[in-house]
């Protein structure tokens, strides 16, 4: 998802998921890209998986996809962007041509068959791959804000995110030797990138990290590698000129980094696309 008011100019090609729907078991079970060489981190009090470290991720991320801390609140987002993947809704930018809304959207039906979506499941196949509309226009935003109000669809948006995106990056993080501030630092750019085999996918940018810097678990120092990480993640988000804004990065992680925060503790002061955010 990228924010409408900062980010509209459409992109020549679908990169920022590549179809989640590719993914298949291994982002489902949180495998994700472990690598073999990798050993698990050392145990911590807490990684981003913490209660409370979660809540400032989703924070964190709402800043920069929302402009808003108030993340709650995009249960009901929902909007053509100009980007060229069709509709981005929800609490993590599920969009209509990229296969994770439908997959959100069929996840809802399954839980709760008849629902007010659940009518547009063939639209949904039919335009996955696409920025096309057909068959959800004039009343899928409208159905979607309504169905935004059932706790139901609120849980599958929450369950869908920490499938596809959250518990796969936290995973890989941990197995990586990172501590929480670069379990964020993969949670973001896989919610911007997506994991498929596109050069701007999170495991590229990570492959691309690992060049120039040792993983922590393979004795590599973690600052240096997170620096390399985020070299590399801000070389992706300049191939789109959707992502071509860079502060998510500039003036949101990387202040973090530099201040050593690895461990992500408040309070927290960052700025995205020039706005200032404090977490106490």
């Known amino acids: 998802m990228v924010n409408a008011d900062r980010e509209t100019a ?6 920022r998921r590549t179809v989640v729907a590719l993914l298949g078991a291994g982002v489902a079970s949180g495998a994700l890209l472990v690598s073999q060489r990798a050993t698990a981190a050392p145990a911590a009090a807490s990684g981003l998986d913490d ?13 920069a996809e929302n402009s808003s801390l108030d993340w709650k609140a995009q249960y009901k987002y929902i909007e053509d962007i100009g980007d060229g993947r069709g509709y981005t809704a929800g609490i993590i930018g599920f969009c209509s041509g ?13 839980r709760k068959p008849g629902n007010v979506l659940a009518k547009y499941l063939p639209a949904l196949r039919q335009v996955n791959g696409s920025d096309s509309h057909d068959g959800l226009d004039p009343n899928y935003p409208r159905d979607w804000r309504k169905a935004a109000q059932d706790t139901v669809f609120q849980q599958c948006q929450n369950d869908e995110r920490d499938r596809v995106y959250f518990n796969p990056a936290v995973a890989q993080g941990k197995a990586d030797g990172l501590r929480t501030l670069g379990q964020f630092c993969y949670y973001d750019a896989i919610v911007m990138h997506g994991d ?7 495991r590229n940018i990570r492959r691309r990290a690992l060049r120039s810097a040792k993983l922590p678990a393979q004795g590599g120092n973690e600052t240096t590698y997170l620096n390399a990480f985020l070299d590399a993640r801000v070389w992706a988000m300049k191939q789109e ?13 990387r202040v973090f980094l530099r201040k050593g925060n690895l461990d992500l503790n408040t309070p927290l002061d960052w700025k995205v696309y020039g706005d200032s955010y404090h977490i106490g």
């Open 196 to 202: 498929g085999d596109d050069p701007t996918s999170f």
């Open 98 to 110: 990229t296969g994770d809304m439908l997959d959100l959207v069929q996840l809802y039906a399954d």
């Open 241 to 253: 000129e959707a992502h071509s804004d860079t502060s998510r990065v500039d003036t949101e992680q």
């Open 10 to 15: 459409p992109p020549a090609r679908i990169s």
């Open 51 to 63: 209660p409370a470290k979660k809540e400032i991720a989703m924070e964190l991320v709402s800043s």
